[in-house]
């Protein structure tokens, strides 16, 4: 991005330069920039201002501020490379400025860099171990990163701060779960509907549990009524295609997958499980490429997994 020019030099007639402008000028010029909502010019001018001066604490907030409404601009427009950019080099003028790292380190989870995504997060907490919102973030990148015991601990300590946030019960219920400690993802779930019943995940993830422990019946019935919230719910059309399987039930199992693909296509269990319940049903070819594709997407899915890795070092440039 090209510098706009804020300083006109005047030559004096000795043919020496004026003095530059005090820094508190360019901080209200920076501000000034930034009210008429030119917050690349006002980031540039600010980061310039921090250079020499790394304390000013006017210009440390017009950094921050200016930086993330560029970067949730570029975010709205879906240019995710550039608002990394523009936080990575606001990073790097501040780099213990909890909004920006902040900010950073969800952009990169959305953006499945969860290992830089944890290195921020462990820099955020060692600056403000008891914020609540950077420990739901961190409990969210350690569960993205397959670390369940520390997103476990992440997530409780939330809720020992916000013990009436729908949304973390849910996602203690899911740690839960996928420890396979299946009563404390029953409660969990529980606990999230009982403070946010309009909602669909906590009664399909309440399935996912039952579904688990084989109990079809209840099962069912959950994913039922995750049905009549969001009718068009992937998980939940398999979830009733997979226990209608197990029960040996393959007429419905196959009706209850095909919808499920018909709402998500890219959904691989439910291609899996309607390639097994065609092949009960001796429909070979269909079978087959049900199965196929289902292979192919986990192939896929499994190299997207190793491609999540961190793509910004130390020392690198945004």
């Not at 409404?69 to 709205?76: D, I, N, P, Q």
């Not at 969990?188 to 019946?217: M, V």
């Not at 899996?272 to 292979?295: F, I, P, V, W």
Request: charged share 25%; net charge negative; no cysteine.
């Amino acid at each position: 991005m090209l510098l706009a020019a804020f300083f006109v030099i005047a030559v004096v007639a000795a043919g020496q330069s004026a003095p530059a402008a005090p820094q508190q000028d360019r901080v209200l010029q920076a501000q000034h920039l930034q009210s008429l909502g030119n917050n690349d010019q006002a980031r540039d001018l600010y980061e310039q201002i921090l250079q020499v001066d790394p304390s000013n604490a006017e210009a440390r907030e017009g950094m921050s501020s200016s930086t993330e409404r560029l970067a949730l601009s570029a975010r709205a427009a879906g240019q995710m490379d550039d608002a990394l950019a523009d936080l990575v080099r606001a990073q790097k003028v501040e780099p213990n400025d909890t909004r920006v790292l902040y900010d950073l380190a969800i952009l990169e989870d959305e953006m499945h860099l969860y290992r830089d995504a944890d290195k921020v997060l462990d820099q955020l907490v060692s600056i403000a171990p008891d914020e609540p919102n950077i420990l739901y973030a961190r409990a969210r990148v350690k569960f993205d990163l397959g670390q369940l015991d520390a997103a476990l601990k992440a997530m409780q300590a939330y809720l020992e701060v916000k013990p009436l946030d729908a949304s973390a019960h849910y996602g203690l219920g899911r740690i839960y779960l996928l420890q396979l400690q299946f009563d404390q993802a029953r409660a969990e779930f529980q606990k999230s509907i009982s403070i946010q019943p309009r909602q669909s995940e906590a009664y399909y993830q309440l399935g996912q549990t039952d579904l688990e422990q084989d109990d079809y019946k209840d099962a069912i019935e959950l994913f039922h009524k995750t049905l009549e919230r969001d009718p068009q719910h992937g998980g939940a059309l398999t979830g009733l295609g997979i226990a209608y399987f197990k029960q040996k039930q393959y007429d419905d199992a196959a009706q209850w997958l095909t919808k499920a693909i018909q709402a998500t296509p890219d959904y691989q269990p439910a291609h899996y499980y309607l390639g097994l319940a065609l092949a009960r049903l001796n429909k070979a070819d269909d079978s087959r490429r049900e199965l196929q594709t289902a292979a192919a997407l986990a192939d896929k899915e499994n190299k997207q997994s190793a491609s999540h890795l961190q793509i910004i070092g130390p020392n690198a440039q945004p």
